[in-house]
């Protein structure tokens, strides 16, 4: 316990903030700068270092911690902003365990599990059956007299593209054209997987809402 509190002192006298660094040939640090700057008001909305400090006390303590970057709209507006925050409970998480990288960005497939108030989930999804896992009167952790377990589920689908090179030296993906290029006009081409993040609220029977991200 006294090797914990060291760890997690020493987290909050030595805060963690993201950096942007100018790398690559287009790169600058005027664009580091500007993008630097935008991350910097994200964080200091979301009280970030804060979020780090639970995540990484949670990691200290149990071996795993999450914090995680999510979109919201801004009241009375279509704007959306972006809004770190720490997944309190780290059993709410699964991650695809055939994921290698240490910090599982190769993984497929992921999971955050809430338990949502009844009352809530009924007012949010009325046309959505309150279920456990089994069935409606299961009992089991999806389904509970109080709470309905709404989990989000995140999908990596790799999907099949032609990347193409035309003769005048512009770069674009079949998928992006509206119809076949003229083959007088290709200089090269290649198949190319894209990858698609797939974004579903789900019960244990339902899915509520589903949304898709280029990636």
């Not at 990288?101 to 108030?117: H, L, N, Q, T």
Request: aromatic share 8%.
């Amino acid at each position: 316990q006294q090797m914990v509190k060291q760890v997690v002192n020493d987290m909050r006298q030595n805060r963690a903030g993201i950096r942007v660094n100018a790398a690559g040939d287009e790169a600058t640090e005027e664009v580091a700068k500007i993008l630097s700057g935008i991350i910097r008001g994200i964080e200091s909305e979301s009280s970030a270092p804060d979020q780090y400090i639970v995540a990484g006390e949670s990691c200290v303590t149990h071996g795993q911690g999450y914090f995680r970057i999510r979109p919201e709209y801004e009241k009375g507006s279509f704007n959306q902003c972006l809004k770190i925050e720490a997944i309190r409970n780290f059993l709410s998480v699964r991650i695809d365990p055939s994921a290698k990288a240490p910090d599982k960005s190769d993984a497929k497939w992921g999971f955050i599990s809430d338990d949502m108030p009844r009352t809530e989930f009924e007012s949010k999804y009325p046309k959505a059956k309150a279920c456990g896992w089994k069935d409606e009167d299961a009992g089991d952790d999806w389904l509970t007299e109080d709470t309905v377990r709404v989990a989000e589920y995140f999908e990596i689908d790799d999907v099949k593209d032609t990347l193409y090179q035309f003769d005048d030296g512009t770069i674009a993906y079949r998928s992006d054209l509206p119809g076949d290029p003229p083959k007088n006009k290709i200089a090269r081409e290649r198949v190319e997987y894209r990858s698609k993040l797939i974004v579903r609220k789900i019960t244990s029977k339902d899915i509520l809402e589903e949304t898709s991200y280029d990636v």
